[in-house]
């Protein structure tokens, strides 16, 4: 039975991009595994369903051909933008031009055309072992971590579970059952591309695209392998450590250069992009890589002076506090506060004193202030 990833997540067809993240990361706080009341399970299901509805190309087809639209993702190709010349060719009857240095009829000479548009999809990526692996490559994959205050001005590392295309352990990623080889393609005979000839109007146009078969490589398998079905890659779970530096900002993302999805038949690996998001801290709050916090002190500290433990994010300080200081007064912590990201050097910690009046006065402590009132 399918899987209705929009079900998964909780949201209707019709969600947006926003409701559709906001969904995952509330479902992903609740069952993550780390928590008392973490469902594995439910957390694979609901990784699985957000990669491919947040990605706007997967969700497209995914909704066009649901859970099989891996398969429709293979079919295709081609270069739709020259669909104009095969209409155009039916107004070419009674002309015979020859792009190849012949003349036409008019005398006129048409020699070079076709080292043109040879160049140009030369430039398109037919050809080369380089161009098939960057037009094989992977997907590029997004996904969201939370982490805390600390983790944020600490730095830490963070272990996330992927479920996506990986390179077939069976074939290395060739997509060739072992103890086979590869076999010239017999539909291009091995160029990767195939070349179609139409007579418009201008003459005979030769159009040259990419070999359904082979897919430009030139070589097929001589048996496919039977994990993977010749495309090199299998859907499985894997887990990755991102290491997140001290000072990120909230909202920003890391990138993780071929950590993403397999590309297919031995092409290039995506990248991860880790969105990184920081949950709000009820003692700290921090501007640009300063740290701002409050702390509260007795009346009797604030006339006379004392020195308090303040919490900053490296841990507990003693902070002077001196004879008189007023409420709302503000001490700065010189260099406890973030790292700068990328360089050297710390913001400051700046705490904000606040005097609290006592609510309730024994009969001792209501004379001592009736005296200091006189």
Known sequence: MSKDYYNTLGVSKEATDDEIKKAYRKLAHK????????????????????????????????????????????????????????DF?????????????????????????????????????FG??????????????????????????????????????????????EGVEPGYKKVECPTCQGEGQIRTNRRTILGTFQQTSLCPDCQGEGKIPEKKCTKCGGDGRTREYEKIKVRIPAGIN???SIRLEEMGESGGRGGEAGDLYVAVHVEKNENFERK???????????????????????????????????????????????????????HYGRGDHYVKIQVVTPKHLSGEERDIFEKLKK
């Not at 780390?34 to 997967?58: C, H, I, P, R, T």
């Not at 009857?93 to 005398?107: P, S, V, W």
């Not at 072992?129 to 994959?141: T, V």
């Not at 890589?289 to 303040?310: R, T």
């Open 288 to 342: 640009d890589d300063d740290v701002h916090s409050n702390a509260e002190i007795s009346f009797s500290q604030a006339a006379l002076g004392d020195k308090i433990e303040v919490e900053t994010v490296e841990g507990s300080v003693r902070l002077k506090i001196p004879a008189g200081t007023q409420s709302e007064e503000v001490f700065r912590l010189r260099g406890k506060g973030i790292k700068h990201l990328g």
């Open 128 to 173: 080369g072992q380089s161009r098939n692996k960057k037009r094989n490559r992977g997907e590029d994959i997004q996904i969201d971590v939370e982490i805390s205050f600390l983790e944020m001005a600490q730095g830490a590392e963070k272990e996330v579970e992927l479920y996506k295309r990986v390179r077939c352990g069976k074939c290395q990623g």
């Open 89 to 125: 060719s039916s107004y070419a009857e009674g002309f015979d031009f020859d792009f190849g240095g012949g003349r036409n009829r008019g005398g006129g000479g048409f020699s070079g055309f076709e080292d043109i548009f040879g160049d140009i999809f030369s430039q398109a990526g």
């Open 250 to 252: 909230n909202g920003q």
């Open 31 to 86: 069952h993550h595994p780390d928590k008392q009341s973490g469902n594995e399970a439910k957390f694979k299901e609901l990784n699985e369903a957000y990669q491919v509805l947040s990605d706007k190309e997967k969700r497209t087809q995914y909704d066009q051909y649901g859970q099989t639209f891996e398969q429709a993702q293979s079919q295709g190709g081609g270069f739709s933008g020259f669909e104009g010349f095969r």
